[in-house]
């Protein structure tokens, strides 16, 4: 069984900035990809960011230049830098691991809120 731990999430003002960790455990056997999504109310789920094992990275629009990904595989960790943070920022952020043969984990949820 794998978990997923998420933390960092809060309420800032616009133009300030939060990061977002999660940190996998458990039966991890092999993560291709991990990545954060978010949604916001009446939204649907939405990528925010995420990287494979390689070190590729791939951003939604609306936050590349702002947010940067990152992660550690020794320490399977995944952090989200987020910066110049706007009110369409305020979301719950989950934390998204992709293994072999398809599996995909979730985390619970971090809510960010950012206020104008």
């Known amino acids: 069984q794998v978990q997923l731990v998420e933390s960092g999430g809060g309420l800032v003002q616009a133009g300030e900035s939060l990061r977002l960790s999660c940190v996998a455990s458990?039966?991890?056997?092999?993560?291709?990809?991990m990545g954060w999504y978010r949604q916001a109310p009446g939204k649907q789920r939405e990528l925010v960011a995420s990287i494979t094992r390689d070190g590729s990275t791939k951003y939604a629009g609306s936050v590349k230049g702002r947010f940067t990904i990152s992660s550690d595989n020794a320490k399977n960790t995944v952090t989200l830098q987020m910066s110049s943070l706007k009110p369409e920022d305020t979301a719950v952020y989950y934390c998204?691991?992709?293994?072999?043969?398809?599996?995909?984990?979730w985390g619970q949820g971090t809510q960010v809120t950012v206020s104008s």
């Open positions: 458990g039966s991890i056997f092999s993560i291709n990809a």
């Open positions: 998204n691991v992709k293994m072999e043969w398809g599996i995909e984990i």
